[in-house]
Every structure is written in C-alpha cells, then in structure tokens.
C-alpha cells in the first residue's frame, strides 16, 4: 500500500531562516507529487506538483520542492520564511495507476517567530 | 466563481444520534472525496466518487456512509456517531485529469458527545 511520510511534525523557525520539510513516499511505480497548505483558519489549497519533466518545481510564494526518485523524496524547500508562512504543510501522492486517490502525510506544522 | 462549500462549519451531537455532512461544488467536477483531519494522522481518506451513483470506500470508512444522486452534492452520514468520529471533516472536489489537483472546502468541525 503506498504510505506518505512527513519527517518533521513540527517546526519553528525565524523569519529568514531557510525552510527544507521532509516528504518520502513508498510506491515502486509513477507517481504524482503535491505539495499543499493550510493557512490557519483556511482550507487546504495546492502549493505545487510534479508529475513529469524537471524534478525541481517551483510553486506559489517562493516554494520550491525536490523530486529525487531514487531516494523516493520531494522536499518542500523555501530559502526565507516570512511570518506569514505560518501553517500546516501537507505533503501528498497520486499514484498514477489510472485512479484519482491521493495519499496525504501526517502534516507538518511551521511557525514562524516574527 | 466556482466553490466548494461544507456545512454545517460546526456541529455538536450526542453518541448514537445519526449526523448528515453536506458536501457541495459548483466546478462541476466528477471526482469528490471526504477526509477526516485528526492530529498525528493529516487527512484520511473515508470515502470517495468518480461520478454520479459511484462511490468507493476509503481506509476508514467504518460508521460512514455516502450517495453521488447528482454532480454537485456527496453528502457524508453518520449513521450512528461515536465519540471517536470526532474530527474535522474535509471535503474535496477534483476535475479527474492527470495529475488531479484536489479542491477543498472550508471544513466541519463535528463533536460527538
């Protein structure tokens, strides 16, 4: 069964400190890759995906993640967090066998001293 | 715009009592789902549809129920509530393309006394 995993379930950082959030997955086959946030009293939206081409995808706000198949990861990375960035980052996979299921991670939490 | 809305945002019932979320979009997307949100787990998937009078369990679909009788409304029941059914619930819209980008509502807080 495909399982996401989110290394970090909290994290605290200073505004312009750099952001790296751990995101493995287990699923031998092609997958797609999303990336999405849940600002505090806000519905979960889409930061970014990846389903093909270049493993480095640039996403909303200054986000970027990482796809590196053989290690089975896609980082979110962000090289200066503002306050704003306070929120909960949830990393997600669609296999692509043809369904639409997507598997969510636990979910990390950042906050962002001012 | 198109939307997707949940209500009610908030409810409180008592164990045993049945409980009916409702889930509307007007994307008019084939695909809806519902999670529930619980802390250490993120988002679980209960139960999801592809189209109208198609619906599939999810991985904790115990207690839930669902019918698609149209494109824009999954309504979620709660046969009878328990205590452990108390969550944040999530429903979600997607176009069905490849890859699928999921659009979420705002959520029900539901509390089961």
């Known amino acids: 069964a495909q399982s996401v995993s989110q290394h970090n379930h909290h994290v605290i950082l200073s505004e312009a400190a750099s952001l790296e959030l751990g995101c493995n997955y287990s699923y031998g086959g092609t997958v797609n890759l999303f990336w999405y946030v849940q600002y505090p009293g806000q519905h979960l939206q889409l930061l970014l995906k990846y389903f093909s081409g270049d493993p480095l995808v640039k996403g909303i706000k200054g986000f970027e993640a990482e796809f590196i198949k053989s290690k089975f990861s896609f980082n979110l990375r962000k090289p200066s967090v503002q306050w704003s960035d306070t929120a909960e980052y949830f990393c997600?996979?669609?296999?692509?066998?043809?369904?639409?299921?997507?598997?969510f991670g636990a979910g990390t939490r950042l906050f962002v001293k001012a | 715009d198109a939307e997707i809305t949940q209500s009610p945002r908030h409810k409180i019932t008592e164990t045993g009592r049945q409980v009916t979320l409702a889930c509307h979009q007007t994307w008019n997307h084939n695909n809806m789902f519902w999670y529930r949100q619980d802390l250490g787990h993120g988002l679980r998937l209960i139960h999801y549809?592809?189209?109208?009078?198609?619906?599939n369990k999810g991985e904790v679909s115990d207690g839930y129920s669902v019918s698609r009788s149209n494109t824009e409304d999954l309504p979620l029941t709660l046969e009878s509530a328990a205590s452990s059914q108390t969550s944040v619930y999530f429903c979600?819209?997607?176009?069905?393309?490849?890859?699928?980008?999921?659009?979420f509502g705002p959520g029900t807080r539901l509390t089961v006394l």
């Open positions: 549809s592809y189209g109208v009078q198609d619906t």
């Open positions: 979600a819209s997607s176009p069905g393309l490849d890859p699928d980008t999921q659009y």
């Open positions: 997600a996979v669609n296999a692509n066998t043809g369904g639409f299921k997507t598997i």
